[in-house]
């Protein structure tokens, strides 16, 4: 069974629509590269979908290890620069696909390390998948938390070691990178959270034993959180309940914002995708950087 939240996938997508039952080998490497999309995300509104230059910019793929798996991971940074602030740029449920990697080139271009790790790398390779429920049910589903945590720990080493400033990093996330954006924010290494439409309650299971509503009271860094007032899968009241943990708790937690986009469903921000909402995504991306800017991060 799908999550609410993960639901809204179907919905931000052409209603009807089919697509690939798996990936070309093409295909599996542009998406691999950041140039391409997922067979279950394809460029449906590709007159829209907004396409960063790398002029100016040190972009491509990489990987670093993390207990003897190596994470595979796009990048972006202003060439030629060193100690940099660090974006980690946390993917959707369709994997670091070229909306991911454009996200990244647009944090490099305002001066940031962007790091975009293929977090269910473990799991599965999304690029194989035509459906999106199979995708969420064998891939998406299956991946613990306690994974994710220790393969974003992993990308602030690699920034580390390749031009970033580790006391300076921030993350932000899209739906699925939505919550996880706010989990690493209450225990990781930042210093700023933006977490686009990310779910905030929800029922614990083994692999992921903690929603963000449980850690809202004892936050290590500050989160704003961006959400669409038509979003089915994130009902505002559960945004009050995080609100009034958020106000209970620590200085950190005290310091979260939102803002609720009137008539924006969920996705507001892929811009490759019918749920794309240009105002809302483009005022989101400008309060990111500001949120990022005044948390000490740029």
């Known amino acids: 069974m799908l999550r609410e939240d993960l639901k809204n996938e179907f919905n931000s997508l052409v209603p009807g629509q089919t697509t690939e039952q798996g990936a070309t080998r093409r295909t599996a490497l542009k998406v691999a590269l950041g140039v391409g999309y997922a067979a279950t995300a394809m460029p449906i509104m590709a007159q829209t979908a907004i396409k960063t230059s790398s002029e100016g910019l040190k972009t491509g793929e990489t990987s670093y290890d993390v207990g003897g798996f190596k994470v595979p991971a796009y990048f972006a940074a202003p060439e030629g620069k060193t100690n940099l602030p660090v974006v980690l740029v946390v993917q959707e449920i369709f994997g670091v696909h070229e909306y991911i990697a454009d996200t990244c080139r647009r944090f490099a271009k305002a001066g940031y390390l962007a790091i975009a790790p293929e977090l269910y790398a473990r799991q599965g390779d999304p690029t194989k998948y035509g459906e999106i429920a199979k995708l969420i049910a064998e891939v998406v589903n299956k991946v613990p938390d306690a994974q994710v945590m220790g393969d974003l720990d992993g990308a602030v080493k690699w920034a ?5 400033n580790v006391d300076k990093v921030a993350i932000t996330g899209f739906c699925w990178g939505g919550r996880i954006t706010w989990l690493y ?14 779910r905030v309650v929800g029922t614990p299971n083994d692999l ?16 704003l959180g961006l959400y669409g007032e038509k979003d089915g899968g994130i009902p505002l009241d559960t945004l009050d309940k995080m609100k009034a943990a958020l106000a209970a708790g620590n200085a950190a937690s005290k310091a979260a914002q939102f803002v609720v986009y009137p008539d924006a469903p969920h996705a507001f921000h892929a811009d490759y995708r019918p749920s794309y909402r240009k105002e809302a995504a483009e005022d989101g991306f400008k309060r990111c950087l500001e949120w990022f800017k005044a948390n000490g991060v740029a």
């Open 208 to 223: 992921m034993p903690k929603n963000p509503i449980d850690l809202a009271a004892s936050m290590k860094a500050p989160v």
């Open 160 to 164: 580390g070691a390749n031009g970033g």
């Open 185 to 198: 924010a209450g225990q990781g290494p930042v210093k700023a959270g933006v977490a686009w439409y990310g």
